[in-house]
């Protein structure tokens, strides 16, 4: 118990350092910048950051939300997003820890790795929807690679490889399918359906989830986004932030949503 709750927290302190890097990703990546180079520098004056105005969270509240240097406010989606990456790196370990009976197994380490790393893209691909109605491919893609490794590390820990062929096949499937309604219903109204970026996220969905799991998690998704819907009217809103959001729910919270849709549904 007393272990649990430190790797945990170990894990919250990792998730908001890597939350720290997605707000780099979340900034330059819509920009075409590079992420690697230059080091973090304030957008405003271009003044270099100092290792001691890079913590997570902390920093943000020791300068008051202001740059050090020409004193501009900075957003606070910065800390928002450490913090937000901190508690789900700590959840889905939390979720994980019973699978992951021995810490120094590496391929259960990897395991959990991929998973944190693909719901990370996830949520650097909603920031960044939110600001820009699009999503970048590479990003897209790279949460796609993560979801499918993630699958065979975990067939890798308990040696069944079907494990990782079924993540393939039902993303291939999520993906197709989609595709190919997006194709069906560009033909018969003469309008662009879906982008591409849809097709890659309902892989990665199906990856995470199995088939099932993506058309559950697809709905939840819907449902979420109803109010906000509503209250924006004409505006359109993102809806790569519903997708990931019912992902995440689905994959923490999988058993009692299953047991409550069969009691539904079966009564
Ligand atoms: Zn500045």
Redesign the pocket.
């Known amino acids: 118990m007393a272990e649990t709750l430190i790797w945990t927290l170990g894990v919250f302190l990792l998730g908001l350092m890597v939350g720290s890097f997605l707000n780099v990703v979340i900034h330059r990546t819509p920009r075409g910048e590079n992420i690697a180079w230059p080091g973090s520098h304030?957008p405003?004056?271009g003044?270099s950051l100092r290792w001691y105005h890079n913590v997570p969270l902390l920093s943000w509240i020791a300068l008051g939300g202001r740059?050090a240097?020409?004193r501009?406010p900075i957003s606070v989606r910065y800390p928002l997003v450490e913090l937000l990456n901190g508690l789900l790196w700590a959840a889905l370990y939390l979720k994980l820890a019973p699978q992951l009976q021995n810490h120094i197994d590496v391929a259960g380490l990897l395991y959990f790795l991929l998973i944190a790393a693909t719901f990370s893209a996830l949520l650097a691909l909603s920031m960044i929807d939110f600001e820009y109605l699009a999503v970048p491919d590479s990003i897209n893609f790279f949460a796609l690679v993560t979801a499918l490794l993630a699958a065979a590390a975990h067939a890798w820990q308990v040696g069944d490889w079907g494990i990782a062929l079924q993540a393939l096949r039902d993303a291939a499937i999520a993906a197709g399918g989609l595709w190919l309604l997006a194709w069906l219903i560009g033909k018969a109204t003469g309008k662009e359906a879906m982008g591409g970026a849809d097709v890659i996220v309902a892989g990665i969905m199906a990856a995470l989830l199995g088939l099932v799991g993506f058309f559950v998690a697809l709905f939840l998704s819907a449902i979420l986004a109803i109010v906000p819907s509503l209250l924006a009217r004409d505006t359109i809103i993102p809806f790569v932030p519903f997708l990931a959001l019912g992902t995440l729910i689905l994959y923490l919270l999988d058993r009692p949503i299953y047991h409550l849709l069969e009691r539904l549904i079966y009564g």
């Open positions: 304030c405003k004056c003044e740059c240097f020409c501009e």
